[in-house]
């Protein structure tokens, strides 16, 4: 056993040691990525407290407070058209209980004209705006504005991959990215994904009320916050070029919770909360 301990302690030292260092110098071992935009301010949904989500005045109203990116959500209705929608079933958006595959794209109902904002529960926004829109006609009419595209069904017409896109961790890669961390082979593993997108776990059940039971749980979001909300690995990433988006954040000590804990990019329903935070805090620096 003594025998055994004398080789395998400098072994595991060893490591540990060399973690550490390729951990804090990522560029040894890995080229940067060098993606063709850096996205600080991101609008979720185009910025759902501001506008109704996922119109085309919401994805403008974003855009003219300087939004640096515009996430949105598609599905596709029965005869074969992209929709930007964040859910499939409409009830919720419009008070219809239908889903958009069941429906061609002439018979989808309007938004409602009140919609409760879903990461800052008791808030509502409204708009002139009620139409569902193309994601054709948001490329069409914002063609250099970067667009964060999250597919919501495994449909195979919308899943077609482009090797030349950048894309996000999955649910599967970011467990699989924090078991590197943890067990600190992360500096050695290259990594495909140019983006990591994570919640801010303080807001769960604050400003956002999670529907999976699990999340109700103090404790559940105590150790995920304790888990996830590591400043070394968001400063890997962000060393090896890989952007970090924390969401939602709506509030200022959120906004600046998510930047201390070491984003690169902040995701909001709110657009012009954020560029307010922005100025006011470049204007310190």
Do not use: W
């Not at 074969?80 to 069941?102: A, F, K, P, Y």
């Not at 409760?116 to 409204?126: D, I, L, W």
């Not at 017409?157 to 649910?171: A, D, I, R, V, W």
């Not at 999340?215 to 970090?244: D, P, W």
């Amino acid at each position: 056993m003594a025998s055994f301990l004398y080789f395998i302690l400098p072994a595991l030292g060893g490591y540990t040691l060399m973690s550490l260092y390729l951990l804090k110098n990522p560029q040894i071992l890995h080229k940067k990525k060098r993606a063709a935009f850096h996205c600080t301010h991101i609008s979720h949904r185009g910025g759902s407290g501001e506008r109704i989500e996922s119109t085309m005045e919401a994805f403008t109203h974003a855009v003219e407070q300087g939004t640096g990116m515009l996430e949105l959500d598609c599905h596709l209705t029965r005869d074969g058209h992209v929709v930007v929608s964040h859910d499939e079933n409409l009830l919720r958006q419009t008070g219809h209980d239908v889903t958009i595959s069941s429906l061609n794209l002439e018979d989808l109902p309007l938004y409602k004209d009140r919609l409760e904002v879903t990461f800052n529960a008791g808030h509502y926004s409204t708009g002139t705006d009620r139409k569902f829109t193309l994601l054709e006609e948001v490329f069409r009419k914002f063609p250099k504005m970067p667009v964060n595209i999250e597919i919501k069904e495994d449909n195979s017409l919308l899943m077609e991959k482009n090797s030349t896109m950048p894309y996000s961790f999955s649910m599967r890669r970011g467990l699989q990215l924090l078991l590197l961390y943890y067990s600190g082979l992360l500096p050695f593993v290259p990594l495909g994904e140019s983006f990591l997108q994570f919640y801010l776990p303080r807001i769960i059940n604050r400003t956002y009320i999670p529907e999976e039971r699990l999340l109700k749980n103090s404790m559940v979001i105590y150790l995920i916050e304790k888990l996830t909300m590591r400043k070394s690995l968001f400063k890997h990433l962000a060393n090896r070029g890989i952007q970090v988006h924390l969401f939602v954040c709506n509030e200022d000590p959120d906004i600046e919770a998510a930047f201390e804990a070491g984003a690169t990019g902040v995701m909001t329903d709110y657009p012009t909360l954020l560029t307010d935070y922005l100025h006011r805090h470049r204007s310190q620096d």
